[in-house]
Structure formats: C-alpha cells, structure tokens
C-alpha cells in the first residue's frame, strides 16, 4: 500500500524556492520558517550546532493540533502483537507483513520473517529468510502461529517483482491453510470493502470473500479499522454489515485451525 506523505522536506534552501514559487500556502510557511529561525537565531548565542541557512531542511505541514498517522499500518500491527502477547507462542513466524510489526514483537517472543525480497534486519530474537509465499518451505499443518498482513492483496500484480498470476492471491491463501498447525493461529489483513482490483497496487476484498476463502477456518476475531478511523478507531468484533459499508478499509481476521 502506497502511504500518503503530507509533510514536504527540501534539502537546499534554493530548491524550497523553485518549488515554492507557484504554493501560495507554501510561500506563507516558508516565510514562517524563516521567523522562526530569526527567533531562534536571536536566542543562539554562542552556538553550540552550525545552524546557517545552508543547512536548513525546513519541514512544512507539520503545526497541526494532532499528531497525523496512517491508519492501517498504525492500527493493525497493534491489533495483531496484542493477539501474539495474549497467545504467547513459543515462536511467530510472519510471511511479508510490515517490519515494524516483526522488529517489535521480536522483543518478547523468538519470530521467523520471510519475505519475497527479504530485509537485511539485524536483531536478536529476529530471524530474516527469503520465500516464495506460493511455495512456503514448511511441512503441512507445522506452522503452529502465523501471520500475513496487507500482503495477499498484492500477489500476482507484479508489482514486487513477482509473477502476473490472477489467481496468485487464492494460491497465497491456499498456502498459508496448509501450513498451518492443528490449532494454531493465523492473523490476517487486507483491503475490505466493495471488492475490486486497482492494478498494480492491490486488491479489495469483502468480508464474505476472506471468510469464504478461509472457511476451512475459524474466525475468532474479526477487527476493523474504517474508512472514517478518526471517531472509532480500531473497532474489535466489527460486524460484517459495517465491514461491508466500507471503500477502503481494513480487515483484520484471526483464525484457528
């Protein structure tokens, strides 16, 4: 998923101003950059930092009342270590989620990451490997926790790297099935709302389509964080008829085997 910047750092005060000329708005925070840094300036003294405008890289946008974020991968890697603490597996293995998810819950419990293009993370308790998620290199049913977060929605669109293959995302899913242990847990997210496909980036799903491709499954949680985030947050036990009445929003499916 592509995540929307809304701050704008330059890195050469001539190149703020190229870009500058035609932003109106941004001509106004330019100008109350440079008040600030008169008033900083006033208060320097002896300087203790080389602040001189050469080394200005002004950030704009950022004077807001809250603290902006993005919702999805804020919201659903906190759902999911709240499930891997309550659990407390012996070892986690995640295919292709989000780093911060496996870099964070490495602290507490031993976690295996793969991913197509592995990442050359450096922690103690982390193990990085490269794999193929239409060909896990694990037995049947061995897998005893498991994880993949907004990740099947993008498999076969080639947008990794990987192969075209429109049914990519049901062979992906078929996977993550058959190496699941008897009893073990499955955290999954996607896209949930009127399904569709936006080529390259990813797929939409419906609440119905997931637990359909799953239902050798059990659901036992289904979570939502909503197109309109900022009242509800992430919402636990969402219902269906809300999941449905969503344009972009995420699922979050925990299922037992």
């Known amino acids: 998923m592509s995540i929307f910047n809304p701050f704008w750092p330059f890195r050469k005060a001539k190149r703020i101003v190229e870009i500058l000329k035609t932003k109106v708005q941004d001509r106004k925070a330019l100008q109350e950059i440079k008040a600030d840094y008169l008033a900083f300036k006033k208060q320097s003294g002896t300087a203790r930092f080389d602040h001189s405008q050469d080394k200005w890289l002004p950030y704009v946008g950022d004077k807001t009342t809250l603290t902006p974020f993005e919702p999805h991968y804020t919201y659903h890697p906190a759902w999911a270590a ?9 070892k986690h293995v995640d295919i292709s989620s989000s780093l911060r998810f496996c870099t964070m819950i490495s602290a507490f419990v031993p976690t295996d990451f793969y991913d197509f293009r592995p990442a050359n993370l450096k922690l103690s308790n982390l193990n990085c490997r490269q794999a193929n998620l239409l060909n896990l290199p694990f037995a049947n049913n061995s897998v005893p926790s498991l994880s993949c977060m907004h990740t099947i929605e993008h498999i076969g669109l080639g947008r990794y790297g990987d192969e075209i293959d429109y049914n990519g995302d049901l062979k992906a899913m078929n996977e993550l099935v058959r190496v699941l242990a008897k009893d073990g847990h499955l955290l999954i997210v996607v896209p949930i ?52 009445q969503q344009y972009w929003g995420c699922g979050c499916f925990w299922f037992s085997k």
């Open 82 to 90: 709240r499930i891997i603490a309550k659990i407390k597996p012996h």
């Open 193 to 244: 709302g009127k399904p569709r496909l936006e080529f390259n980036a990813h797929r939409i799903y419906s609440y119905d389509q997931i637990t359909s491709y799953f239902k050798d499954l059990h659901l036992k949680e289904f979570s939502l964080i909503p197109d309109d985030f900022e009242p509800f947050g992430l919402i636990e036990n969402a219902s269906k008829e809300f999941a449905d």
